[in-house]
């Protein structure tokens, strides 16, 4: 639990015409959204004919992109955790850059197929490469290093080119002639970021629960928490998801429908935030996809400076910016280990660098909550509940129908932010969404807010990991998301939203036409 409490009380928003979704929402609803398509389904007629594609360099290439024929066919359908795995030794590259793999198989040979995720007319994705039939070996087995870190020491199978791969998400599956498959998550890095909307993969945290080889910054053998890691490492394999962590969770709805909307988009990993403090320069906005936990000081600052610069952000989960870390090197490159020992005390600079020690953002010995950046607070988890809309009159809601007190049904959770002015917030800060929730017996409250910077960047963060759920674009079900699709009333009001924000930020400077009016004061930024 965050170091600060929230000390005010309920009551300054009121939540005012409550009611079920089907009776008062598809009422306000001025063009509700037909029934959400299947993945991989064929488009509706004209479905993304009312998108209006902003001004600015880098539309037309995503457009062109996603013009190609997508591929049906890039599901797992076999998954074979013990059949085949693999890594490879870059979380992300720039086109061009040799890429290698590390495969582990009982197989005779494997394939594998290079799976970028877009629109593509609704099929999610298209195959960009193809390799030969490459030998099967079976590589040694995990081997658990000091602290806990798991390493699976193999020997390179094969190098992929990448030339002439489009930036973006990229799933690589590996098809083992037995059929068992399994995928390994790359980053195609776009060269430049200026003028465009930096999506950036949550690398960092995708590792931080990767369980593979037993260990990950959570759990040890046995599943104790005691037994946990202090320090993990990139080169192994990702347990979770098939192979592709987090992927289908916490990114691909929204890369999938940031494509659909032509906007100019660039592609990076959190990685890439702490090698190059240069990374996001020129940057419009920068989108925090979903659940984006494990932060180092270097990534930190890279993202703070952004926004000082007028570059918008956009927070489109929960519980960011929560954990600090430290990466380092790996024999096979930089920043391919992850420290973060949690409890201050058991690390080894704890007293020599503070600003460096793994504890929370929040806490001591270097506390710097991450609500100086956010505007909230990480509250807790908890299960699914309703987001409340109360604030319709924010930009945001423009053309969702949405009521003030409008209730929509299970995007709130697992884990949510909140706003805790006993913590450093910005100032003026706009609640968009305010949902009571109940966490160990206390009554608090998921937000979506809104804050202009100095800059006149805007900051908005959604304040929940259960936003991307009502994006028309979710191809998986997870424990993230509902185990049925939201209503089409629901449906409607995200997707138009989340519309709103990608469209207004990739303009520029969300302050110079939207600015902030505080919740408490009515004070406006200018």
Not at 78 to 98: C, F, K, M, N
Not at 431 to 440: E, F, K, N, V
């Amino acid at each position: 639990m965050p170091a600060y409490r929230r000390q005010w009380s309920g009551g300054l928003v009121a939540l005012t015409g409550a009611g079920l979704l089907a009776g008062v929402l598809a009422a306000g609803c001025t063009s509700p959204s037909p029934a959400r398509p299947q993945p991989g389904a064929p488009p509706r007629p004209g479905a993304a004919a009312h998108v209006a594609v902003p001004a600015g360099p880098g539309g037309a290439d995503v457009r062109a992109e996603n013009a190609r024929p997508g591929y049906p066919g890039w599901r797992i359908t076999s998954p074979g955790p013990q059949e085949i795995a693999g890594y490879a030794d870059h979380a992300s590259a720039r086109p061009g850059t040799v890429v290698r793999l590390f495969v582990s198989t009982t197989a005779a040979w494997f394939r594998v197929r290079a799976l970028r995720f877009g629109w593509y007319g609704g099929m999610l994705a298209r195959l960009v490469w193809t390799s030969a039939q490459i030998p099967g070996t079976r590589q040694q087995s995990a081997v658990v290093a000091a602290h806990g870190m798991v390493v699976a020491p193999w020997r390179p199978s094969l190098a992929l080119p990448t030339v002439g791969w489009p930036p973006g998400s990229y799933l690589l599956r590996l098809d083992a002639s037995s059929g068992a498959q399994r995928y390994v998550p790359l980053v195609i890095r776009s060269p430049s970021v200026a003028g465009r909307v930096v999506l950036v993969q949550p690398t960092t945290t995708y590792q931080a629960y990767n369980l593979w080889g037993g260990y990950d910054l959570y759990y040890g053998p046995r599943h104790r928490h005691a037994w946990r890691a202090r320090v993990v490492s990139f080169d192994r394999p990702y347990q979770r998801e098939d192979g592709a962590a987090d992927f289908f969770a916490e990114e691909q709805p929204l890369v999938s429908y940031a494509e659909r909307l032509g906007l100019p988009l660039a592609y990076l990993s959190s990685v890439d935030l702490d090698l190059d403090p240069h990374v996001l320069d020129g940057a419009r906005a920068v989108v925090s996809e979903a659940h984006d936990e494990y932060w180092s000081p270097a990534m930190r600052a890279v993202l703070t400076h952004a926004r000082d610069q007028g570059t918008n952000l956009a927070f489109f989960g929960a519980n960011e910016i929560y954990r600090r870390i430290r990466l380092g090197s790996s024999p096979l490159g930089p920043d391919r280990i992850e420290v973060n020992y949690r409890n201050p005390r058991e690390d080894p600079l704890y007293g020599i660098d503070n600003a460096l020690v793994t504890a929370n953002w929040p806490d001591p010995p270097a506390a710097d909550p991450e609500s100086w950046l956010t505007g909230q607070v990480y509250a807790c988890a908890s299960a699914r509940a309703p987001l409340v809309v109360t604030d319709p009159r924010g930009w945001i809601w423009a053309g969702t129908g949405a009521r003030p007190g409008v209730r929509l049904p299970g995007l709130i959770g697992k884990e949510f932010d909140t706003v805790d002015l006993s913590a450093p917030t910005p100032r003026p800060i706009q609640i968009l969404a305010r949902s009571p929730q109940t966490c160990g017996g206390r009554a608090v409250w998921s937000e979506v807010t809104y804050y202009v910077a100095a800059s006149g960047a805007g900051v908005l963060n959604a304040g929940t990991e259960g936003w991307l759920c009502g994006l028309p674009t979710v191809a998986m079900v997870t424990n993230r998301c509902l185990t049925t699709f939201p209503p089409a009333a629901v449906v409607h009001v995200i997707e138009r939203a989340t519309r709103n924000i990608l469209e207004t930020f990739a303009r520029g400077p969300s302050g110079r036409g939207h600015p902030a009016t505080d919740f408490l004061t009515g004070q406006v930024s200018h």
